[in-house]
């Protein structure tokens, strides 16, 4: 199964750097991960982040964690981001057509 260039790109928006950055602080992993610095705690959430597609085409999202709760709350937490890069995104673009729009007006 082929995937659509929109899942692609919410894969790759997933395992960014700048969302891992996000759950990282939001959850405090670099105490988790018993790590000196943030970036190498983004590293070791990627480590442990899966980000593929079902058979059914749909984007897939686990974390590896000793705790399960925990698992779930950043998996959860980077579809929460995805969710939220979307719509900023979203109306970032509206923003520069509009703006584009009406300087064809004018």
């Not at 082929?2 to 950055?21: C, E, F, Q």
């Not at 970036?39 to 070791?44: L, T």
């Not at 079902?54 to 000793?66: C, N």
Request: charged share 30%; with cysteine; glycine share 4%.
């Amino acid at each position: 199964l082929k995937r659509s260039p929109d899942v692609d790109a919410m894969i790759g928006v997933l395992k960014s750097r700048r969302l891992r950055g996000e759950v990282v602080d939001g959850f405090d992993l670099a105490k988790h991960y018993h790590s000196r610095t943030r970036e190498h705690a983004i590293k070791e959430l990627g480590r442990h982040l899966n980000v593929d597609t079902t058979p059914e085409g749909f984007v897939s999202v686990s974390v590896a964690a000793r705790d399960p709760q925990l698992a779930a709350d950043l998996a959860n937490a980077l579809v929460s981001e995805l969710d939220r890069y979307n719509r900023d995104t979203s109306v970032e673009s509206f923003a520069c057509s509009h703006a584009l729009m009406r300087s064809f007006r004018a």
